[in-house]
Structure formats: structure tokens, C-alpha cells
């Protein structure tokens, strides 16, 4: 008998610096498709045809897929619009192909779906492994008696339901270790691969921003050890990365301990793991700094630090997103633990949120900066996801007003036959649409200043020394540098930058050196064009005056405060004379972190693990890539003499 043809698509953008060559492993097609094919039924008459991982052109891959009897596609705002296009052309060729959608982004909730796309014969709902597997057993019925499905039937959208949940994740074989991929990787031996790894499915949390639970509800399920332990055994052979994709790694400290001792094993073992990265807990316990120690400590190529995510520090806007944080206590303690280990720490906060203003905006920073976070704060622009509840029922209350934007994902250097969008949030009821631009130049100013590490430890020190709030510091210096010609056409060129945003969707931005700029690293552009520029001892003066300008600080102590904030931050041509080991007068860290007498002779050492040979280019790519693991700023000891 000759068996019918699936074929899956799941693409997305190149991983990383693009030296690397590097893309995902198409997961949830994979795991959805081990799921279906463990049916004897599925596996009688079935046989995976293509399984798409990277965008082709859409006409020639059109063509290869028409000849499938079934065309998945697992659709997200990274591939929404490439695979709509896709699958409209596939249905032209072959109208008797069945086309079925699932993953985030498919509006599940709009009446009109099948209208406005009407090349879509079946769209899943939430967990895909049982629904998919039903489809293929009784391809060619009704597909009514099976839940989970949205389906484009002639009399119009039929709803069957939501699914039930899956009980025992260990009925779902690994797509790794049954060979899905197999075929692909041997077919693509120049492409180093980024490997999903499930430990666990389900988030407990309801974020009005986030679509996660709208997919896998909101009781957390864990895979057996035994499992987990044998997929990262086959992941350190073969993948170059891997992502850990737990809404909430370190919830569970015991068995996440044995995972990450399972995952320095085999990256030891086998050498081929380049870095991995995990989405931290959100409510933290302290045995969870000791884990981001351990990889620190212990792993060759840890290539982050701790996440502790906040999205707003204003009470009122956590409550109109759903979000309850750590309490402050608890922050600062976290905070403090990483700052004595020199553990790089990762906090976000999301620009555009419903309630948030211009003063709760900058609030959150000094909040962060006061509680000890210093160096690690990633600043997002709120999103519209298509299932999301701030989408689907706060847009209209909290006036949040959005604009397609085609160059805010990561990885979006370009595209095949057309760019992917995602809504972007430019004005709300809080902050209007100039406010909203002005407010960006102002969180480039913070990034390229304090996170960046021009002046935090001047900042730090005044702070402690003067009782001068990170606020007042940096408003009196925000005006400062305004008065600076190269900075006053930077902070233009931002503006303009991010402007075009709301006027077309795109940034339009000349290169910088052979780096491109985007939505997604836009806010670096001011450090990026300091080292181009080499401007980074304009930088310094600047500082000195300002300085002078405005605080009464020793001469000796200001000459040599300086000194060391210069040593704390990288400037390309300090890669090769890096480490340097220094002598002060004064213990600035030390009287810093842990209130020790700031008069004491003190030696550090500067260092760094980056590569002193690596090019300007990859430096410039790093200070986004590298983010997470503090890149552009040296590690600062104690040095004996």
C-alpha cells in the first residue's frame, strides 16, 4: 500500500552572529510529529515527506509541498506571514491537500478566521500532539468528533471544543531520540543547530501580554528525568546550542539542579555546545543564584547570568497586566547575591504597558538601580500577540495604539519573498505617540550610560558617597550631554530612527560598520557608533566636566574614580591589553558593594574572557548578542601585588 505524505512546516530566522550559520530545530513539529507517527495506525499509512526549517523561496517550495496529501504549519510572529503566504499558494496547486494551522498566532478567537484566510481547512487549538494524530487517523471524515479544532467547513467556522490536556508527557516520544530529524541534519552538515528542550510544559501565571498559557493552560506537567537526561545526552552530540524552553527553569530546585549538572556533563563530554540559555523562575529562591553559580563556575560556555523578570516595578501596572513580582526585599537580596558573585543579572522591562507612565517608566529604573541591578536590563517595547488578553480585550480601554513593525525579531536581517511583522505598541492612554518617542531616546541614554557601563560606578559611588539619587544623577546628566554636539546628533538620529517606526514599520538604518541596525538593536545604536567613532575619550571628558560641574568630589578621588569606571567598561582596542592589573588609593568596589573604608590601598584586575583577537565587527555584533552575560564590561577582582 502506498502510504499518504505529510510534510511540516516550521521556519525560522538564523540564530545569532551570522558567522555562525545557526537555526533551530524545528521542535514543535517534530514532537507533534514523533506524537503521530507513535500511532500504528498513523505509521501504517504515513511517511513525513519535507519538514521545513528555514524560509525558502515560496514559489519553488510551494511546488514541493503540493504533492502532500497533508501540509502542517506551526505558525508564531516569526513565520505567521511567510507561512499564510505558503499555504495560500500550496491550496492553489493542490485544492485537495488539507492545510492545517496551528501554534500561537492563528486569531482562534475571531468568528471571521476562515474569511479572512480561507486556504485554511483546520486550525488546532492549544496542545497539538492528540488533535494532529486524530487528523491523520481519520483523514477524510468530517473532522467534527475530534476536539480541539476550528474547521473551515462550507456551512462555515465549526468549533469542536477545547482538547483535553495531555496527562503523561512521557507518552510523547522525543523527536530526538526516534529520528525525526535525522534526515535533515545529514542533509545540512554546514548548519549548526539550536536544539529545544522541554523539561516541563505549562506556566502558572496569566500575563495579559503573553499568549503562553492560552496554549498549555496553567498546571505545570513534567517529562521523566530519564528522558530529559537521555534528549540532552543526544543534544551535546549533535546541536552547537540549545535553548531551554520551561516558562519557569529553577521553579523546581532539586530536579533542575540535576538537569544543569546533566547539562555541564555533556557539554563537557562531547564539546560542541557553544551556549544554552533557560527562561528563569519567575518567584526566585536564593538555591536558584546557586544554580546560575554552578553554570557560571562550571560550564565552559555559560553564555548568560540570572533573569529576574519585573516587566514594570509600577504596583498598578502589575495589576492591570496580571503580574505579581517578587516583593522588593527579596529583589535587592537577589540582586546583592549576584553583585558580591559577579553573576551577570537580567531584568526586563516593557515599554507601553496599560497604565504605565513617563515618571513610572523612569521610576523602574532607579528601583532596579537601587535594589543593585546594575548592568543587565533589557528594554523591550510592549507587543500586541494575536491571542494575548491585552490584544484581545485591554487594547481598547488602555488606548494602546500599534503599528506593524518589520524588523524587531531577532535574527530579522532579511527575509525571502516578504518580512514578518509584529505589532508594536507606539502610544497609549498614558503616553502619547511623541512622548512615546521621546521616552525612547531617554531609555537609549540609560542603556548607553548606566547598563552600557559608562558611569555606573560613578553613579554608584555618589549615590553611596553623596546621598545623590540615581534620578537626579542622571537627569542633571541627560541634560549635560544634550549640550554636546555629538551627542545632541545622536539623540536626533535615535529619535528620527525610531519615528519611522510609526510612519512605515521600519527603521531604515545605514549600517554601521558591516552591522546592520534594526528594531531589535536600535537602542545600542549610541554605544555602537562611540567605538566605531572611537569616541569613548570624548566620552570620559565629558564626564569629568560634568563632574566638575556639578558635585564636590576630591580631585585625587574624581581623577581616580574615573580611572576605574574607564577599566570597567571595553572599548574594542582594550581587548588585547585586557586583563590590566591596577593599584588605588581607594577601595571604591569594596566600599561599594560591602561598605568597607573607601581610604585603602587596593590592587584589581580588569578581565575579561572574551577573545582579544576577535574583529571589530563581531564586538559590535556582541554588544546585543552578549547582552546576558554582561559583554562590553570587564569582571573586577581583587589582585594580590
Not at 127 to 143: N, P, V
Request: with cysteine; net charge negative.
Amino acid at each position: 500500500m502506498t502510504k499518504k505524505k505529510i510534510s511540516f512546516v516550521q521556519p525560522n530566522f538564523q540564530q545569532g552572529p551570522k558567522e555562525f550559520n545557526a537555526y533551530y530545530l524545528p521542535y514543535s513539529a517534530g514532537v507533534i510529529l514523533s506524537y503521530a507517527l507513535a500511532s500504528k495506525k498513523v505509521s501504517a499509512a504515513w511517511e513525513l515527506d519535507h519538514l521545513v526549517w528555514r524560509r525558502e523561496p515560496i514559489e519553488l517550495l510551494a511546488l514541493k509541498l503540493s504533492t502532500s496529501d497533508v501540509v502542517a504549519f506551526s505558525t508564531y510572529v516569526w513565520n505567521h506571514q511567510y507561512n499564510y503566504r505558503l499555504a495560500q499558494r500550496v491550496k492553489a496547486l493542490n485544492p485537495t491537500c488539507l492545510i492545517v494551522f496551528g501554534g500561537p498566532e492563528p486569531a482562534i478567537e475571531h468568528a471571521d478566521l476562515f474569511e479572512k484566510e480561507p486556504f485554511m481547512d483546520l486550525v488546532i487549538k492549544m496542545e497539538g500532539e492528540m488533535t494532529f494524530r486524530h487528523i491523520l487517523e481519520d483523514h477524510g471524515s468530517d473532522y467534527t468528533h475530534i476536539p480541539g479544532l476550528l474547521i473551515n467547513s462550507p456551512t462555515g467556522l465549526i468549533n469542536t471544543g477545547d482538547p483535553k490536556r495531555i496527562n503523561d508527557l512521557d507518552e510523547v516520544p522525543s523527536p530526538y531520540l526516534t529520528g525525526v530529524f535525522d534526515r535533515m541534519m545529514a542533509d545540512n552538515p554546514d548548519v549548526i543547530w539550536n536544539a529545544t528542550l522541554e523539561t516541563n510544559r505549562g506556566c502558572p501565571y496569566q500575563c495579559t501580554f503573553c499568549d503562553w498559557g492560552s496554549l498549555t493552560y496553567n498546571k505545570v506537567k513534567k517529562f521523566e528525568l530519564e528522558r530529559v537526561f537521555d534528549e540532552l545526552d543526544w543534544i551535546g552530540e549533535h546541536c552547537g546550542f540549545v535553548t531551554i524552553t520551561d516558562a519557569n527553569f529553577g521553579m523546581f530546585v532539586e530536579r533542575d539542579n540535576m538537569i544543569v549538572d546533566k547539562l555541564i556533563e555533556v557539554q563537557k563530554r562531547w564539546g560542541k555546545l557553544e551556549s544554552f540559555s533557560m527562561t528563569w523562575a519567575k518567584n526566585q529562591k536564593n538555591e536558584v543564584v546557586d544554580i546560575v553559580k554552578k553554570l557560571i563556575n562550571e560550564s565552559p560556555n555559560f553564555g548568560q547570568g540570572l533573569t529576574v523578570s519585573v516587566q514594570s516595578m509600577d504596583n498598578d501596572v502589575l495589576e492591570n497586566i496580571k503580574r505579581r513580582n517578587l516583593d522588593q526585599h527579596k529583589i535587592d537580596e537577589i540582586f546583592a547575591l549576584c553583585d558580591k558573585n559577579n553573576i551577570p543579572v537580567y531584568t526586563e522591562l516593557i515599554l507601553g504597558l496599560p497604565g504605565e507612565t513617563v515618571e513610572s517608566w523612569k521610576e523602574a529604573f532607579w528601583k532596579i538601580f537601587r535594589a543593585g541591578n546594575h548592568g543587565g536590563i533589557n528594554i523591550l517595547q510592549c507587543q500586541l500577540l494575536e491571542n494575548a488578553e491585552m490584544n484581545l480585550l485591554q487594547k481598547k480601554l488602555y488606548k494602546l495604539e500599534s503599528v506593524p513593525v518589520y524588523d524587531y525579531m531577532s535574527g530579522s536581517y532579511g527575509d525571502v519573498d516578504l518580512n514578518e511583522s509584529i505589532e508594536v505598541i507606539v502610544s497609549t492612554k498614558t503616553i502619547p505617540r511623541e512622548t512615546m518617542l521621546d521616552t525612547l531616546v531617554w531609555s537609549s541614554f540609560i542603556q548607553t550610560f548606566h547598563i552600557n557601563g559608562l558611569s555606573t560606578y560613578i553613579a554608584r559611588y555618589l549615590a553611596k558617597h553623596q546621598d545623590i539619587d540615581y534620578s537626579k544623577f542622571y537627569e542633571d546628566l541627560y541634560a549635560w550631554v544634550q549640550k554636546d554636539p555629538w551627542f545632541q546628533l545622536q539623540f536626533v538620529e535615535t529619535r528620527s530612527y525610531f519615528g519611522n517606526w510609526t510612519a512605515k514599520g521600519r527603521i531604515d538604518h545605514p549600517t554601521i560598520g558591516n552591522i546592520e541596525v534594526f528594531g531589535w538593536n536600535l537602542i545600542y545604536r549610541t554605544t555602537l557608533y562611540m567605538v566605531k567613532d572611537k569616541m569613548i575619550n570624548h566620552v570620559f571628558d565629558l564626564l569629568d566636566k560634568f563632574l566638575d560641574n556639578h558635585y564636590n568630589i576630591d580631585s585625587q578621588v574624581k581623577r581616580q574614580l574615573l580611572q576605574f569606571q574607564r577599566n570597567y567598561v571595553i572599548d574594542y582596542r582594550d581587548l588585547k591589553s585586557l586583563p590590566i592589573t591596577q593599584e588605588f588609593d581607594y577601595d571604591f568596589l569594596g566600599y561599594i558593594l560591602d561598605n568597607t573604608e573607601l581610604k585603602n590601598s587596593t590592587v584589581y584586575q580588569f578581565a575579561t574572557t572574551e577573545s582579544p583577537s576577535m574583529s571589530e565587527d563581531r564586538f559590535l555584533e556582541n554588544m546585543y548578542f552578549g547582552r546576558k552575560r554582561n559583554f562590553g564590561k570587564t569582571t573586577i577582582t581583587y589582585a594580590t601585588t
